[in-house]
């Protein structure tokens, strides 16, 4: 409870706003709007996508320890995490799709190791 009353509609911040930026830069700006979670972004590098990418999570080597330290990282600093992926992952043809779907399916499989993770996926 912030200022003695419960926020029902929690303002979050899309990491994607801050191309560029380390994540820990964007939870530092988050704590500073005072935000209480982010939405990361994770585009898939060498997709079919050529428009704004701004990727915070590195997904090639992430596993069960990296996951646990985006965990950890974001419950030291009291932010919510959800994972955003803007590929394209219901349509296409396989060889594109497939490879979109597998590469945040990785990142959700190892966040949801842990039980305090929460993931969004976002298809479009």
């Not at 600093?77 to 959800?82: A, K, Q, W």
């Not at 399916?105 to 305090?116: D, E, G, P, V």
Request: proline letters at 3%.
């Amino acid at each position: 409870m912030e200022g003695g009353y419960k926020m029902d509609n929690p303002i979050w911040v899309m990491s994607s706003a801050f191309p560029g930026r380390t994540l820990q830069e964007v939870i530092e700006r988050t704590r500073e709007i005072g935000a209480q979670g982010i939405e990361v972004c994770v585009f898939r590098q060498g997709g079919t996508r050529n428009d704004h990418i701004a990727t915070h999570l590195e997904y090639e080597d992430f596993g069960p320890e990296q996951a646990q330290g985006v965990i950890d990282l974001f419950n030291g600093n009291g932010l919510r995490l959800s994972v955003g992926a803007y590929d394209n992952l219901i349509g296409g043809d396989a060889e594109t799709r497939v490879p979109n779907q597998d590469h945040i399916l990785r990142l959700i499989a190892n966040l949801l190791n842990n039980k305090t993770f929460l993931a969004a996926l976002y298809c479009y």
